[in-house]
């Protein structure tokens, strides 16, 4: 089945220790987006990339990068983790065009601890 | 600023009533309008989406948009204990690929 798959599913990582999650996906959609959400709250839009073209939101903090080596995979590095980045974070695919807007495809998710 | 703004409940209603979510958004500019389902600690699920006014029905899910007054609402008929979750409102604006999610409204369905 075309999925979009999310390594690791739990990750802990110490204050200050970079970190890398990655997301790899079949469905060879074009756009694929970071998001990240903490507990009870709406997930949040960090980036997102059409194609290559890397779109950074204007309050995702410089600590949190992204690179999308091709098509299929996209990572989220975290450079030094403070204990406000301890959240879920969503990968998610959409195709670019489309009749209804194109909804979006999730993984299951990266649950990031930091101690 | 573009929002996306739910009542985050909870909603507590018997099995086999219908559940009521609601939903506002900031920007006449939307275009299309998601409904997303998440169980606690899982990624949220597409249930369904609209981008025309007026109702658009799935089995026993109903989306309802209103533009004009920029209101998106879902319906839930024959609540199941099962559709006990979180509910997730999402907008995406023309002209670009962004989706905003509101905070969400969590659904209790008594058994």
């Known amino acids: 089945d075309a999925m979009v798959i999310q390594n690791p599913r739990y990750q802990v990582t110490q204050f200050g220790k970079p970190v890398t999650l990655s997301c790899s996906q079949t469905l060879n959609h074009n756009v694929m987006y970071w998001y990240q959400q903490k507990s009870s709250q709406a997930p949040k839009l960090l980036f997102h990339?059409?194609?290559?073209?890397?779109?950074n939101e204007a309050d995702t903090p410089d600590n949190f990068q992204s690179r999308r080596p091709n098509t299929s995979f996209c990572f989220l590095d975290i450079r030094s983790p403070g204990l406000g980045d301890a959240a879920m974070y969503l990968c998610a695919t959409s195709r670019a065009t489309g009749t209804g807007g194109s909804p979006l495809h999730f993984g299951n998710g990266t649950r990031l601890t930091v101690t | 600023q573009k929002e996306v703004e739910q009542n985050s409940g909870p909603l507590s209603v018997p099995e086999g009533a219908i559940a009521s979510l609601n939903c506002t958004y900031s920007d006449r500019g939307s275009q299309s309008f998601f409904w997303y389902r998440q169980y606690s600690g899982k990624s949220p699920e597409l249930i369904m989406f609209?981008?025309?006014?007026g109702d658009k029905e799935d089995g026993r899910f109903t989306a309802q948009l209103n533009k004009a007054s920029q209101y998106v609402s879902l319906l839930i008929r024959d609540s199941q204990p099962s559709d006990s979750a979180t509910y997730l409102c999402?907008?995406?604006?023309?002209?670009?690929?962004?989706?905003?999610f509101g905070a969400g409204t969590r659904l209790f369905v008594k058994a």
């Open positions: 609209i981008y025309s006014n």
């Open positions: 990339y059409y194609d290559k073209d890397f779109n």
């Open positions: 999402a907008v995406k604006w023309a002209g670009g690929f962004k989706t905003i």
